[in-house]
C-alpha cells in the first residue's frame, strides 16, 4: 500500500479522535500575540468555530499522533486488535497542519491525543515535541489541550504542562471493575495517582512563589476527563458518585460523559446498540446540578430506585416533583440556594432576580422576562399578585410542565 | 454631532457622522439631558441618510442654549459599557432608545439592577444580540490565502447582523497579530498590515478570493470528526444558523453527511464483530505477555516494610479503596525506635501517596522538632491507610473511619510494627489508640498515659495533632503546649 498522503492521515486521525468528546477551548490564561507577532491568542471564552450534524462544536482540532496502539480496549476504535485503517503523523505535519488552520481562522487550537506505541514515554515526548514546536519556534499563542498518557515520566508531565493549556487523563469507565474487564492493560490506580499528580502540579504553580512574582507555568486550563456512558450496565447514580469524587479530588474543571457509540470495527465483548444521546444529555443536566445549582449527588437520584435518571424529564424538575413540600418559592423572599432548585431557573436568572427584588416587588410577568419560559416555572414559585394555588399538589402538574413526549425521539 | 431644534418643547434633530458614531451619541446625549429634553421630542438621524427619520425637518436649525460648564451628568458605569456595545445594533431606533434609557436614569439611578424592567431587558437584549454578534464573527471568518507582491496575505468575506467590524477588529489584530489580513464586509472593510489597522469602507463578496487548497483539508477533517450516530441535525443550527453557511467552506458538506448518517450508523451496529488484527498477537506478546502482575499477596510474609507496602498498594480489606486515590503507607527507618500512629491519611496526604504531609502533618513537625525529636528517626503511619471522605463540590470531608475500617487495617499496623520492633508507639487520636489496643478507649481521659500492652508493647496516649488546627487562636496556643508536653513526655521514655 503507497504511504498514505497528508489528506488521508487526517481522514484516519480525525475519524480516530472522534469518540472524545472533549472540546472545550475555555480557561485558559488570557495571552495574545501582539507582544509575540506571532498568531494566537485566548480570551475569556473560547470559541466553537462549526459544528458538525452530530451538534458537537468543533474549537480544536482533535486528532491523534498515531491510532496504532498496544492497548486493547474494547471499546476503542483503535484497539490493537481493531482492523482500522493504521496512520501516523510526524511531528511537523502536525504543526503545520495546526498553523495552516488556525491561520484560516477554522480553529482555536489543538487538542492532540495519541495511541501508546512502543511505550509511554515515547508517546508522550512526541505530543509534548508538537506543543514546544508550536509554542517555542512559532510563536504559536492558540490553544493547546494535550491528552497525558498515565504511566509517562513526571518529566514529561512537567513540560507538557509547560506548553499545554490544558491536560486531561480518561477515567476511560465509572469503575475500577469496568476498566479491567474492557481495557484490561489500564491500571485505575495509575490513572487516579496521575490525576493526583496533576492536581499537585496545578496547586503548586497556583501558588506565587517567594523569590519572584512569576509561576511556574503548569496547564492554566487545569484538568479534565472522560468516562463512557452505556458500555457497561453501570447506572447513572454510580456514575454520578464517581463524578462527585473526581470533581471533589482531583478539581477537574469538567467531567465528560461519552454515550457509548458504535464503532466501525466493534469488538463483540459490547453492547451494538445507537448511544444513549438522551442519557448522556441528562447526566450532563445532574452534573450541572451537582456544579451550579448546589444539589449534592445523593440527592439528585434519591427519587429513582434504579439509579436511573428519569430519561422523559430532566432532573432538576424530576428532583422538584418528588419534593413537592419544598415549593413554591417566594421570588421576592427566598435565598438564593433556594430559588437555584426552582426548575427552569438558571444562575443567570437567578441572580437577576435577586438584584431587581431589592428595588422593587416581582410580579409574574417580571420572572417571565428574565426566565426562559414561565410555564415551566410557575408552578413552582409565589410572586407578587401570583401564587400556584393548588396546581403543585395536582396529579397532572408533571404532564403540564414536561416536554411533550416528541422529545424522546433523540434517543 | 449637531443638534438642531425649532423652539422650545418641539423636536430636536440630532445628526450623527455614522451608524456606529458612540461619540457623537454621547455628546448629543449629554447635552439633551442636562437641557431636560424629552425622549419623544428628540429624533436621531445619519449624516446623510435623512430618508431614516421621516420626523425630520430640514429646516429645524436653532441651537439649544449651551449646557453650563459646571453641569454634571452622571450615570453608572454599566450604562456607558452597555450603550458602546448597544450603538452597534442595526435596530435604527437604537439612538433614541439609549437617549430614552438614559433619561430615566436620571430620575432612577438604580434603573439597570432591575433586570426585570421591559426597557432594561430590551436593552440587555440588544447587547447580548450584538455580542453574540461578535462571538459569530470571531468564530465563523474564514480567511483565504493570498500571495500578493509582499508576500502572504489573508483575505476573509463576513456578512455581520450588526455594525461590529470596527468593534471587533482589534480582536483579530491580537489574534493574527504576524499576519497580514483583511476582512471584507458589506458595511466596512477591517484591514490589518502587520503594523496598523484600517477601516475602510464597506466591498463585495467578488472582492475577496475565490478558494484556497487548505479548504479540501479543512473539508476532510469536519467529515471526519463527524459521528453519524450521533446525528443532531437541530443542536447544529442552533449554534451555526443557516444564515453563515454561505460563507463557511465545510457547510457544503452537511447536506450529504445528513442524509448517509442513518445508513452509516445501521451499517456499523449491524456489522459483524471482525477477527483481531494480524498485528494483535504480536503486540500482546511483545507487550504484556510479561508484565509484572501487581502483588496480590497479603504481605503475610512480607520481609521488608518495601515488601509490605508494595502488598498494601492493592489492599482489598475494605471498601475504603474505591473512593481514594492510592493506600498511603507508613514512612521512617525500620529501625525506627519510635512508630507515630495517626488516624488515616487526609486530603493531600491521600494525593501525595505520603503520611503526615497535610496542615496536621506540618504541625506535628514542628511540635516534635520544638521536643527535640528528630521525624527522621521516627516512623510515622496511620491507623487507616485509605482516605475516607464525602466529596462537596471541590473539596473532599474527612470522615471517620469506623471500627470495621480499623479492623481490617490492624492487619497492617500489626505487620508493621513486627518488622521495626520499636521501644514506643505514640497513639495519635481516638482511632489510632482504637486500632492499637484493639478496643475504644477515652483518649482526653487517658491522654499522657503508658498502656503496656499483653505483648509487651508501650502504647503512649495523645490526641490527634488536627485537633489543634480545629480550636480557635486563643485555646490553640495552650493546647499546643499540651501537645509539647506529650511530645516531651515521648522524648524522655525514647531515652
Known amino acids: ?411 | 454631532m449637531a443638534i438642531a431644534a425649532a423652539s422650545k418643547g418641539t423636536r430636536h434633530t440630532v445628526r450623527l457622522a455614522s451608524q456606529t458614531d458612540f461619540a457623537g451619541w454621547r455628546d448629543a446625549a449629554r447635552t439633551l439631558a442636562l437641557q431636560g429634553v424629552d425622549p419623544s421630542d428628540v429624533s436621531w438621524t445619519i449624516d446623510g441618510n435623512d430618508a431614516v427619520d421621516l420626523f425630520a425637518s430640514p429646516t429645524a436649525i436653532a441651537n439649544l442654549p449651551p449646557v453650563p460648564a459646571t453641569a454634571e451628568l452622571r450615570v453608572p458605569r454599566r450604562f456607558v459599557d452597555l450603550a458602546e456595545a448597544v450603538i452597534c445594533h442595526s435596530d435604527p431606533a437604537r439612538f433614541g432608545f439609549l437617549y430614552r434609557i438614559l433619561w430615566r436614569l436620571q430620575r432612577e439611578p438604580h434603573l439597570l439592577s432591575v433586570a426585570t424592567d421591559p426597557d432594561v431587558r430590551r436593552l440587555e437584549e440588544m447587547e447580548k444580540s450584538v455580542r453574540r454578534d461578535i462571538h459569530k464573527m470571531r468564530a465563523f471568518v474564514r480567511f483565504r490565502r493570498i500571495a500578493d507582491e509582499a508576500g502572504e496575505r489573508f483575505v476573509a468575506w463576513f456578512e455581520p447582523a450588526h455594525f461590529i467590524v470596527e468593534r471587533n477588529a482589534p480582536f483579530f489584530v491580537r489574534r493574527f497579530t504576524g499576519m497580514r489580513w483583511t476582512i471584507l464586509t458589506p458595511q466596512a472593510t477591517a484591514d490589518w498590515d502587520g503594523t496598523n489597522l484600517a477601516i475602510g469602507p464597506g466591498a463585495s463578496k467578488a472582492d475577496a478570493p475565490a478558494e484556497d487548497a487548505a479548504e479540501e483539508l479543512w473539508r476532510t477533517y469536519f467529515r471526519s470528526i463527524f459521528n453519524p450516530a450521533r446525528l443532531k441535525v437541530k443542536a447544529m443550527a442552533a449554534e451555526m444558523p443557516k444564515k453563515y453557511w454561505r460563507n463557511l467552506p465545510e457547510a457544503s458538506l452537511i447536506p450529504d453527511l445528513i442524509a448517509g448518517a442513518e445508513k452509516s450508523a445501521r451499517e456499523m451496529i449491524e456489522r459483524m464483530p471482525t477477527m483481531p488484527a494480524p498485528h494483535h498477537q504480536t503486540v500482546q506478546a511483545k507487550h504484556w505477555k510479561n508484565r509484572p502482575e501487581e502483588t496480590q499477596t497479603n504481605g503475610a510474609d512480607a520481609a521488608s516494610i518495601a515488601e509490605l507496602r508494595q502488598a498494601a498498594a492493592g489492599c482489598r480489606r475494605c471498601p475504603l479503596w474505591r473512593d481514594a486515590t492510592q493506600t498511603v503507607f507508613g514512612e521512617g527507618p525500620e529501625n525506627a525506635r519510635v512508630v507515630f500512629v495517626g488516624e488515616q491519611p487526609g486530603d493531600q496526604e491521600d494525593i501525595a501517596g505520603k503520611p503526615f504531609v497535610g496542615p496536621a502533618g506540618r504541625l506535628f513537625d514542628a511540635i516534635i522538632e520544638d521536643a527535640g525529636i528528630e521525624r527522621a528517626t521516627t516512623y510515622v503511619t496511620n491507623a487507616v491507610k485509605h482516605f475516607k471522605f464525602e466529596p462537596r463540590g471541590k473539596r473532599r470531608i474527612h470522615a471517620r473511619p469506623n471500627a470495621g475500617e480499623i479492623q481490617a487495617c490492624r492487619w497492617w499496623i500489626g505487620h508493621e510494627l513486627k518488622l521495626i520492633k520499636p521501644d514506643l508507639v505514640v497513639a495519635l487520636g481516638a482511632t489510632a489508640a482504637q486500632s492499637l489496643l484493639g478496643k475504644a478507649v477515652p483518649i482526653t481521659k487517658m491522654r499522657g498515659q503508658t498502656v503496656t500492652r499483653e505483648d509487651g508493647l508501650e502504647v503512649f496516649l495523645t490526641v490527634h495533632p488536627s485537633y489543634l488546627l480545629r480550636l480557635p487562636d486563643d485555646a490553640k496556643a495552650a493546647e499546643r503546649g499540651r501537645f509539647l508536653a506529650d511530645m516531651l513526655a515521648v522524648k524522655k521514655l525514647m531515652a
Open chain 1, 1 to 411: 500500500m503507497p504511504a498514505p498522503t497528508i489528506r488521508e492521515k487526517l481522514a484516519i486521525l480525525a475519524d480516530a479522535a472522534k469518540y472524545d468528546a472533549s472540546c472545550a477551548s475555555s480557561g485558559a490564561d488570557k495571552r495574545n500575540s501582539l507582544k509575540s507577532g506571532g498568531i494566537g491568542s485566548t480570551e475569556a471564552t473560547g470559541i466553537c468555530h462549526a459544528y458538525a450534524p452530530d451538534g458537537r462544536c468543533i474549537s480544536l482540532l482533535k486528532i491523534l499522533l498515531t491510532n496504532f496502539c498496544i492497548y486493547d480496549c474494547a471499546y476503542c476504535i483503535n484497539r490493537s486488535s481493531s482492523n482500522v485503517r493504521r496512520a501516523r503523523f510526524a511531528v511537523d505535519e502536525v504543526v503545520k497542519l495546526t498553523l495552516d488552520f488556525y491561520r484560516r481562522n477554522y480553529i482555536e487550537g489543538l487538542f492532540l491525543s495519541s495511541g501508546v506505541i512502543r511505550s509511554p514515554d515515547e508517546t508522550m515526548a512526541e505530543m509534548v515535541e508538537v506543543a514546544r514546536r508550536l509554542r517555542l519556534e512559532h510563536s504559536f499563542g492558540g490553544y493547546i489541550h494535550l491528552k497525558t498518557i498515565p504511566e509517562a515520566s513526571q518529566e514529561l508531565i512537567e513540560q507538557a504542562g509547560l506548553y499545554a493549556d490544558r491536560l486531561s487523563i480518561n477515567v476511560e469507565l465509572p469503575t475500577d471493575e469496568g476498566v479491567m474487564r474492557l481495557a484490561p492493560e489500564k491500571r485505575p490506580q495509575t490513572i487516579r495517582r496521575s490525576m493526583a499528580g496533576l492536581r499537585e502540579k496545578l496547586e503548586a504553580a497556583a501558588e506565587p512563589t517567594l523569590r519572584t512574582k512569576k509561576r511556574p507555568r503548569f496547564a492554566p486550563g487545569g484538568q479534565s476527563t472522560q468516562m463512557i456512558v452505556g458500555a457497561d450496565a453501570t447506572p447513572d447514580a454510580t456514575i454520578l458518585k464517581t463524578s462527585a469524587r473526581l470533581y471533589g479530588s482531583y478539581r477537574l474543571r469538567r467531567v465528560y460523559y461519552s454515550a457509548f457509540s458504535p464503532i466501525p470495527d466493534s469488538s463483540a465483548a459490547l453492547p451494538s446498540m445507537k448511544p444513549p444521546l438522551m442519557r448522556e444529555h441528562r447526566l450532563y443536566q445532574a452534573d450541572w446540578m451537582m456544579r451550579f445549582y448546589g444539589f449534592d449527588q445523593r440527592e439528585i437520584l434519591a427519587g429513582r430506585p434504579d439509579g436511573m435518571l428519569d430519561l422523559a424529564i430532566d432532573p432538576k424538575l424530576a428532583w422538584a416533583l418528588d419534593h413537592r413540600a419544598t415549593f413554591p418559592v417566594d421570588v421576592n423572599r427566598a435565598p438564593r440556594e433556594l430559588l437555584l432548585r426552582v426548575p427552569g431557573l438558571g444562575t443567570k436568572a437567578v441572580k437577576r432576580i435577586l438584584a431587581s427584588r431589592v428595588h422593587r416587588r416581582l410580579r409574574l410577568e417580571d420572572v417571565g422576562r428574565v426566565c426562559q419560559s414561565i410555564a415551566a416555572v410557575r408552578p413552582f414559585i409565589v410572586a407578587e399578585g401570583w401564587s400556584p394555588g393548588g396546581t403543585l399538589d395536582s396529579e397532572r402538574l408533571r404532564e403540564t410542565v414536561a416536554p411533550k413526549a416528541k422529545q424522546l425521539e433523540l434517543f
